[in-house]
């Protein structure tokens, strides 16, 4: 089975779960701490990774971390259960996995806004607001920097790739001019 595909398994029967008690919200902030430690430290990555540990071992350190993380009864069984099926190492797949199902449940959308140079405050909310009437939806705006771009924007909204790029733009141009009869 695909390591996609687990993650999805993961992510559905906690939301599931999260749905039933009304929860999943939370359960995605919790999620995204267990994360954040396990790429944080590399102590707790070989620990949960490495099959040489015991079993016994590596659940004393989800009870470890169920405190100073804050996790519910829900995501620590979670995390046992991924600890115990050797499955830890597609937590990050299952975050993800968890986060797009959240984000569908309540009508949000995800959009990554790259340009050349960063953008003011007030004309990413702008293009924010614009994406949002464009797509119905609530938008969480990333943006990103590439110089590469030379200017213009790429927006990508879930899967949809939207590129006013000056450097598509002048490729275009080029092909333009090369396929064109004189």
């Known amino acids: 089975m695909s390591s996609s595909s687990v993650a999805r398994r993961y992510a559905r029967a906690l939301m599931s779960i999260g749905v039933e008690n009304g929860a999943f919200e939370k359960y995605a902030d919790e999620l995204r701490r267990i994360a954040q430690a ?104 990333e943006s990103k920097v590439d110089p590469g771009l030379l200017g213009g924007v790429v927006a990508q909204v879930g899967s949809t790739v939207l590129d006013g790029s000056l450097r598509t733009q002048l490729e275009q141009l080029k092909e333009n001019m090369q396929t064109a009869r004189l």
């Open 38 to 141: 396990f790429d944080a430290s590399a102590e707790l990555r070989d620990l949960w990774l490495n099959p040489a540990n015991d079993r016994q071992r590596r659940m004393a350190a989800v009870d470890q971390l169920a405190g100073p993380l804050q996790l519910s009864t829900e995501v620590a069984n979670v995390l046992r259960l991924l600890v115990e099926r050797q499955r830890v190492g597609d937590l990050s797949s299952i975050v993800r996995a968890y986060q797009e199902l959240v984000d569908e449940k309540v009508g949000r959308v995800r959009a990554v806004v790259t340009t050349a140079v960063p953008m003011p405050a007030d004309v990413t909310n702008k293009l924010g607001s614009a994406i949002a009437s464009m797509t119905n939806k609530q938008i969480v705006l």
